[in-house]
């Protein structure tokens, strides 16, 4: 099994920025796909971006190409996610989920593995 931790959620003003960062541990692999989802109050959880562990190729929702980043360090076995010119309805829980998949996949069944999430607030 996989162990996922998120970290460096927060409160940032409309405009800010912030950077996500998921630590993986437990059973070695390679290949497949991490993804970052987010959750809102009374909203069903969303798909936000992703990457293949294997050629590094990257996928973004609409809502936030442009403005985030995603990002691998396979020797550290971390993903991260830059979040720049963040709104106030990009807050949610985010999270950070495993796919032995490659491509993109965005729906959250898709998904084996999750941490357990890190807030993000965005506020004046």
């Known amino acids: 099994q996989v162990q996922l931790v998120e970290s460096g959620g927060g409160l940032v003003q409309p405009g800010g920025s912030l950077t996500l960062s998921c630590t993986a541990s437990?059973?070695?692999?390679?290949?497949?796909?991490m993804g970052w989802f987010r959750q809102a109050p009374g909203e069903e959880r969303e798909f936000v971006s992703a990457?293949?562990?294997?050629?590094?190729?990257?996928y973004y929702a609409d809502s936030v190409e442009g403005r985030f980043t995603i990002s691998s360090d396979s020797a550290k076995n971390t993903v991260s996610l830059q979040m720049n010119s963040l709104k106030p309805e990009d807050a949610a829980v985010y999270y950070c989920?495993?796919?032995?998949?490659?491509?993109?996949?965005?729906?959250?069944?898709?998904?084996?593995?999750w941490g357990q999430g890190t807030q993000v607030t965005v506020s004046s």
């Open positions: 437990g059973r070695t692999f390679s290949g497949g796909t």
């Open positions: 989920a495993r796919t032995g998949w490659d491509g993109e996949n965005t729906a959250p069944i898709a998904y084996n593995d």
């Open positions: 990457i293949n562990w294997s050629d590094g190729r990257t």
